[in-house]
């Protein structure tokens, strides 16, 4: 079955430094997302992604994050100066067909840590 | 804007009890709802979701949930607990007017004893 991925599982870095969390979506799937947790708190949305552009993102998505599809099938969420308040876990998605019942599939997860 | 209220943030009952694990939602129409569970060290997995076309849902291990307008609720149960049932589970939900971005409960972790 097809299965959306995530890289790496757990990722370590000190605050100010640049991460990029990166993802592979399911190859058909048109919709792509980035949600995070932080621990011991609810799944929030970040941003969603189609046609190579953002169609939707929260307030929590700040000039710090960005997100690109560089190479058609990779996904990536890069945080520019992480701060001690971005350790959590982050879930990339895609679905097939927004506006309709679809299934969000989720990956993983990368657990980021920010010293 | 939308939202999802689970009530016990852990749940624990025997092997073999009933499982019920409580999601409401706030919304002016009708949502599609989704019940989601994590396992640990595992990504978020669906179980079942309520796109309008049933009250009742039947989903994957033996759960299902049933939609009731009237209480805003979407609860998930499940007969017979299993070992294997141990696990964190999201409620949640997403408008039909809104584009695709889920909004989630809190979760609740579910411990089953032997």
């Known amino acids: 079955e097809p299965e959306v991925t995530q890289t790496p599982s757990h990722q370590v870095t000190q605050m100010g430094q640049e991460v990029i969390l990166r993802c592979v979506p399911i190859?058909?799937?048109?919709?792509f997302y980035w949600y995070r947790q932080i621990l011991g708190q609810k799944v929030e949305f970040l941003v969603s992604f189609y046609n190579n552009e953002i169609s939707e993102k929260s307030e929590i998505f700040d000039d710090q994050f960005s997100v690109e599809r560089p190479d058609g099938s990779n996904f990536t969420l890069k945080i520019r100066s992480t701060k001690l308040e971005d350790s959590a876990m982050y879930f990339c998605?895609?679905?097939?067909?927004?506006?309709?019942?679809?299934?969000?599939?989720f990956g993983p997860g990368t657990r980021l840590t920010v010293l | 804007a939308q939202s999802v209220t689970q009530l016990g943030s852990h749940v624990s009952v025997s092997e073999g009890a009933l499982v019920l694990l409580r999601c409401n939602y706030s919304?002016?129409?009708?949502?599609?709802l989704f019940w989601y569970v994590q396992y640990p060290n595992q990504g978020l997995q669906l179980l079942l979701k309520?796109?309008?076309?049933?009250?009742l849902v039947k989903g994957i291990n033996g759960f299902e949930a049933e939609f009731k307008k009237s209480e805003t609720s979407f609860h998930l149960t499940k007969p017979s607990a299993h070992m294997s049932d141990a696990a964190e589970y999201f409620c949640a939900v997403r408008m039909n007017n809104a584009g695709n971005m889920l909004t989630f409960g809190g979760g609740t972790r579910l411990m089953v004893k032997p």
């Open positions: 919304s002016s129409v009708p949502p599609y």
């Open positions: 190859s058909n799937h048109l919709y």
């Open positions: 309520y796109t309008s076309a049933a009250t």
């Open positions: 998605a895609s679905i097939l067909i927004q506006g309709s019942a679809d299934t969000q599939y």
